[in-house]
Every structure is written in C-alpha cells, then in structure tokens.
C-alpha cells in the first residue's frame, strides 16, 4: 500500500472516522554539495517520489493524538507538555514522536498555533536511509498544522521552522537542505539553493538521464554524534583560519587558493574537514554552468570526486557505500556515483543515461549483493512537487 492509502487506513482504523485532510511532504535526494548546508554553501537537491503522508482532522480535544502507521504505535501531547518532551500520562515520548512533537513546538516559538488533532501518518521514504525521512514528516506537519490554524507561510519559511525543531527540539545540528528540498521541490527539476542568502531557483535535470537511488541497507542514526563533531570542525576551522583572513563568516568564504595557503595552520583532522568543504563549494559552483549548458559527463565527474572527498577527507562514508560507488562508476550509462545525505550508512545516488538505467539497476543490485551479502534496495527516482495537502 502507498503511504498514503496506508495513513488513511490507520486513521479508520484508530478513530472509526473518515479524515477530512491528507498532506503530503516529499524527502529528497541530492546530487552535489554535501555537508556545505551549514557551512553556507550551494546545493543541488531534488525532492523524489517518496514521501510521507498524514490523514488527519481537527480534534474535539485539547489533545493531539498521532497514530505512527508504521510501526503500529500512538503518542499524545498538548502544548502544555511539549517542551518537557512527555505524554500527558508523564511517559516519554517515543523517537518517532518527536519530529512532530518538535515541529508543533517550532511553531509555537514562531507564534503559529498548532491545534490539536487526530492524525496517523505513513512513509515510504526508508528511514535512516539519507533520503530525509525525518525533515518530510516535520514538513508534512507544518502543512497539516498550518491548514487546522488557518496560518500560511512560505515553503522556505516552513523549511527553516521544520530545522528549528531539528537543531533545538530534537538535537540534530542539522543545516537547511532536507526540509528546503522537502517544503520547496519541484517536479522534474533540481534545486539550486544558496544557503547563506536562502535565495533558490530551479534547474532542469540533465537531458536523457534518470536519477537512480541504490539503497545499501545500512543503517546509522545521525543522532550518534558524528555529525554534529563534523559541525564542530567546521566551526573550529572558521574560527582558527580568522587569524588570517578575519573577514571570513564562514568555510562558504574561503577560496581553494587562501585555503591551500594556509591549511599547513590547522591541525590534521580540522583540515581534511575543512577542505572537503572548501573544495565542495568550488565543485558545486563549477556544476551550475554544467548543468546549464547540459555538460552531463563532467557533472558526473563531479560528483565521484565528491564521493572520494566524502570518504577520505570528511570520512562520512562506510564500506558498503564505498563498494556500491565502485560497482557503479565504471557500469555502462553511469556518468556519477556517489553516497547522498548525512553519511553513515543509506543510499547512493547515481546519474544515468536514461536509455540505460534498467541494464544499471540490474547489474548493481546483484553484483552488491554477492560482494556484500545485503539485499539492496534500487530505484529509478522521480523528482517530485514540495510539500502540500493532497
Ligand atoms: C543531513 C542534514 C543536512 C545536510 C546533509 C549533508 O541530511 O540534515 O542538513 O547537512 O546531512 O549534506
């Protein structure tokens, strides 16, 4: 069953009424700029044809009561017991809880009411998976609650709502791209985001190519701390290179050359942080005329030493991601591989001839699965519409 079809049922199913509305926030994957969110950079997203989905109505009570369809779970807050992070009968709120938990207390801080209500939710969007499963369900209950509180704001607006919860309700440092592509995705296009001035427009695909997401099965939550210490090296890289270049506000203004300069001042680890990231930022505004001018092959260039730089330097890939990069590059159609998202573990994305992304799937999953012993999940992905009521 879609997420869809299955929220609705779970609804029926849990308050033996029909819901009056069903929202619909897409996750994402991204193509180039990895990590350079939160360090004022350029990425290049696109929203995919995953999502989660949340069939809900307006309650009778000041309590809001969440089925999650998935795992067969419910949890209850009022606003009164958000910010303690408990249900109303003093139990804690399961993990699953506390995107939308953190999501109505966003909106609380921003002044926008956030009415009780009955809801269950679903996705198909694999969790932990890269592909922001968690940004979509706090996008897809920012539309819910926007609808129920009679509010509106803009999809970016949204967006930077969904990250406060992140960063403050529920501890992920994280930067703007998951709920940015998730709020503001369109179909068929891939999003160009400034993350130091928030200003966006969309880009086409490349011409004749299908985005391919290969799923390693391997899981790590980015919860455990490595990407808030890779955060911190950026950070700690900005605040020691300032003794040189005291204009900077970030790694976003720092050239290859000033960097190359003075990298020999920093200690070994906050160097290969910061470089992948000076080094991304400079991949990432190379691809904007690629993209334009549909210079696929060296898009696709990019994008592998964007893997490598990911492994070596920011050290955010495992070796099941390593080996499906591997398999993948030298397949024929593929004109880039690489791991998508936070690291860890989840997915990789590839950039394909679209005549041969069928022979590609085929070839990748088995070839995954003899080396690795894990099932692979493999899609060809479409780029998608933002979050929005159905
Ligand atoms: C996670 C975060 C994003 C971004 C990516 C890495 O998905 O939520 O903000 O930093 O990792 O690019």
Known sequence: MNPRATAMQAF?????QLPLYVARAPG??????????????????AAIDRAT?????????DRTTLVAADFGEAAQFTPGTLSSKTQPDGSPLPEWALYPAGTAWALGEAGLSSPAMLAAFSSDIPRGSGLSSSASIEMAFGVAWSKLGGWSRSPMQLALLGQ?????????????????????????????LDCRSLEYRSLPLPENTAIV???????????????NDRRAACEEAVRLLK???????????????????????????VEKRARHIVEEIERTRQAIPMLE??????????????????????????????????????LPGCFGARLTGGGFGGCTVNL??????????????????????????????QASQGAGLL
């Open 243 to 269: 003794r040189d270049l005291p204009d900077i506000q970030a790694l976003r203004d720092v050239s290859v050359e000033d960097f190359n300069r003075l990298s020999h001042t920093l200690p070994v680890t």
């Open 352 to 381: 394909v001839a679209s005549d041969q992304a069928g022979a590609f799937a085929q070839s990748l999953g088995p070839e995954y699965e003899r080396r690795t012993g894990l099932h692979p999940e493999i899609y060809i992905c």
């Open 53 to 61: 989905c949340i069939a809900f109505s307006p309650s009778s009570t």
């Open 164 to 192: 406060k919860a992140e960063n403050r309700y529920v501890g992920v440092n994280c930067g703007i791209m998951d709920q940015f592509a998730s709020a503001c995705g369109e179909a068929e296009r891939l999003m160009l």
């Open 12 to 16: 029926q199913n849990r308050f033996s």
């Open 213 to 227: 997401v290969a799923d390693t099965t391997v899981r790590r939550k980015l919860t455990s701390g490595e990407y």
């Open 293 to 330: 001018q549909g210079r696929t092959q060296e898009f696709g260039q990019l994008m592998n030493a964007c893997h490598v730089s990911l492994r070596d330097l920011y050290e955010v890939s495992v070796p099941e991601l390593d080996t499906m990069v591997q398999i993948a590059q030298p």
């Open 28 to 45: 994402r994957v991204n193509l180039l700029g990895e990590h350079v969110d939160y360090n004022d950079g350029f990425v290049l997203p």
